[in-house]
């Protein structure tokens, strides 16, 4: 397949990996001074206002605070957060509640195209007996996939984008409904998205309502995460894990924060933060690897050094901390760029190896070009 070239109009390089939505390329990013940050927190405004949601995150005067993620917004009467879902009805936010989310879910026959499949106890032998059915891969057995159709996030890449188009208002289901909704052979509930941080309260509801009515048999709790959330809630995610033989996934989009500014359009300071807290309760339970890292190889973006520092980060925690590297394809405002490359893939996992973690993986080997 080929892609149109670009050039990129800070630094004039021409590539195939220059973004057109961003229009710089990735070493010009990292160097972004404050008028071009500002020209992509316009982008990712324009990009989300055309779905109906706030183009920042909410700050408006008088009103309510909603604390569950690192945007802090405080809405106003009738108004929406910046995740689309939370609201403020007559001074209380809702939304997201056990009462009802934004959410759809399905099942999905074990073992699964999971982040952690090559280390969890639903894809390997991690964990047999006490957190597995099965010596290897769970076969037989299915994951109650949890897909929370919100985000605290603006990535400009997302591959899950299509939720935005459908209405916020015609999906609210309970807690109660998602948890009667494991079968008998559900081994694990995966939460994932967008993402589960702007609906954490009918997640966490589900998840132990669902544990109570299935105490006497494995059932474990898993996230796929930004990492965004408060810590207070990352604290209840990591005890239900750890004590039902699952794990937190974090996506760690990139280390450098005006690469994470643009590409995402928020900090990453609060998904730092959340990783090092995470990282340090694993040491009660190794085996299955409660905790696991992902990064999105994003042409031209994050490549070869930025994979190298995201893995500096995660050894100086702990270096069998598993990571997964995945294979891009272009989508949503982003699909434009190629595909991963198996060279770009194979350097980043020699430059993870080299930042001294033990357990690297290339994932969506099937995208790679």
Not at 65 to 74: K, M, R, S, T, W
Not at 141 to 161: G, H, I, K, R, S
């Amino acid at each position: 397949m080929w892609f149109v070239m670009s050039r990129c109009k800070e630094c004039g390089k021409v590539s195939g990996e220059v973004a057109k939505v961003l229009g710089v390329c990735g070493e010009c990013v990292q160097g972004a001074d404050e008028e071009l940050l500002k020209k992509f927190g316009e982008i990712h405004k324009g990009s989300r206002e055309e779905f109906g949601l706030a183009g920042r995150a909410v700050s408006d005067a008088g009103g309510a605070a909603c604390g569950l993620c690192q945007n802090e917004c405080v809405i106003g009467e009738g108004r929406r957060g910046y995740c689309g879902v939370r609201r403020n009805e007559k001074g209380h936010i809702t939304g997201g509640t056990a009462k009802g989310a934004a959410v759809s879910w399905y099942y999905d026959a074990l073992p699964t195209n999971c982040v952690a499949d090559w280390v969890c106890a639903g894809g390997s032998s991690a964990g047999y007996p006490e957190w597995s059915y099965c010596e290897g891969a769970e076969h037989g057995y299915v994951n109650l996939a949890v897909f929370y159709e919100a985000c605290t996030f603006d990535c400009l890449f997302c591959q899950n984008w299509h939720y935005r188009r459908r209405s916020l208002k015609d999906r609210m289901r309970s807690a109660r409904e998602l948890a009667d909704s494991v079968s008998s052979n559900t081994a694990c509930i995966c939460y994932f998205g967008g993402d589960p941080t702007a609906q954490l309260p009918h997640a966490l509801a589900a998840a132990r309502l669902a544990r109570r009515q299935n105490e006497r048999r494995i059932l474990r709790i898993c996230w796929e995460t930004n990492g965004s959330m408060s810590g207070r809630l990352l604290d209840e995610m990591m005890r239900l894990s750890l004590e039902s033989g699952g794990c937190v996934k974090f996506d760690l989009k990139a280390m450098d924060e005006n690469l994470h500014l643009a590409l995402c359009g928020v900090s990453n300071e609060r998904t730092k933060e959340n990783f090092a807290a995470a990282a340090g309760r694993i040491g009660g339970r190794p085996e299955p690897p409660p905790l696991v890292a992902s990064t999105l190889l994003v042409p031209g973006y994050v490549e070869v050094e930025e994979v190298g520092a995201i893995a500096s980060f995660i050894a100086d925690l702990d270096c069998n901390i598993p990571y997964a590297l995945l294979g891009f394809h272009g989508d949503f405002l982003m699909r434009d760029l190629p595909a991963t490359s198996r060279r770009q893939a194979e350097d980043c996992f020699a430059a993870a190896e080299a930042a001294g973690l033990r357990r690297v993986r290339i994932g969506n080997v099937h995208i790679l070009r």
